[in-house]
């Protein structure tokens, strides 16, 4: 975290970052068991996040919580700490998905499946919404938000964050569009890709 951000959580800022490097290391210890002979890694990568005082602040205004104090802020928010884990292929999305249902360390909250019903701009990911025990300052727990994707889809979600934030941009409308269709074709590569891979495993 910065400074400004360490100056708006304050005291909650340690239990934060604590529960981020926990969520962190139980993820990394799911991932690791699924190890296969030839060694490949379930997922491409794995980030993570607190969210920033200014982010937080924008968010709690858009929720009519403006002016709020950090734990009333961090009780109303499912996102405080967010993590990221990128695969190959669609079908290790849900199979990490699966793993984390078994968990008994969290509870989960909400599932929003982003890759079966993608937002209306293409915007595919498995969001999974956890509740995780803290006992402290008058927490009991705090909520974190697990976004499972592919590379495609995030690299797809890179670029459509990189359009949302830039001002003035030319033909936009047509960008908008042509980001869409890219969405569509993604997915339909995503899909084949997961073919072939079961093809060669001989799972088709």
Known sequence: MKEKDYLY????APILEKKEKW???RLEE???SFATNESRSMAEHVLSRIKTADSMQEKLIRKGFENTDV??????TTDCIGVRVVTHFIGD???IYDRIKEEDCWNIVKVKDYISNPKENGYRSLHVIIEVPVNE???ETIRAELQLRTIAMD???SLEHQMKYKKDIKNADLLVEELHRCAD????????????????????
């Open 9 to 12: 959580y304050g005291a909650y």
């Open 23 to 25: 969520i962190l290391e």
């Open 30 to 32: 799911m991932l690791s």
């Open 71 to 76: 734990k009333t802020a961090l009780l109303n």
């Open 93 to 95: 999305v849900y199979t």
């Open 137 to 139: 300052m008058g927490l």
């Open 155 to 157: 690299c797809w979600a």
């Open 185 to 204: 074709e993604m997915a339909s590569t995503d899909l084949s890709m997961q073919t072939i891979r079961e093809m060669i495993q001989e799972k088709v």
